[in-house]
């Protein structure tokens, strides 16, 4: 059964970074393509970021380009969202997901969740 547990997220002032991870247990790692959805109270969850199962290939909402980073560590079975100059938009619950086969950004194509981890972002 593959687990994705998220951590990193918390409360942070505006124009301020935080950096997320996400640690992938109960498969083939290497196999997956992982993304970064995020869902604001109130609204729907929508896509931030995903890279290839390798790491050289990324894709970014754009809401987040320019300012958000995703990467992937395949030693250590874990991928990473960097946050910069966060703003109260981003406040949000923040969840990592994966598949087999390319990386998307519809979330119905991922079969492999975490719980999420939440994010706030003070003005």
């Known amino acids: 059964q593959v687990q994705l547990v998220e951590s990193g997220g918390g409360l942070v002032q505006a124009g301020g970074s935080l950096r997320l991870s996400c640690a992938v247990s109960?498969?083939?790692?290497?196999?997956?393509?992982m993304a970064w959805f995020r869902q604001a109270p109130g609204k729907e969850r929508e896509f931030t970021a995903a890279?290839?199962?390798?790491?050289?290939?990324?894709y970014y909402g754009d809401s987040v380009k320019g300012r958000f980073t995703i990467s992937r560590d395949n030693a250590k079975n874990t991928v990473y969202l960097q946050m910069n100059s966060l703003n109260p938009e981003a406040t949000a619950v923040y969840y990592c997901?994966?598949?087999?086969?390319?990386?998307?950004?519809?979330?119905?194509?991922?079969?492999?969740w975490g719980q999420g981890t939440p994010v706030t972002v003070s003005s």
């Open positions: 109960g498969g083939t790692f290497t196999s997956y393509a």
């Open positions: 890279i290839s199962w390798r790491g050289t290939n990324t």
């Open positions: 997901a994966g598949r087999e086969g390319p990386y998307s950004d519809s979330i119905s194509r991922y079969a492999f």
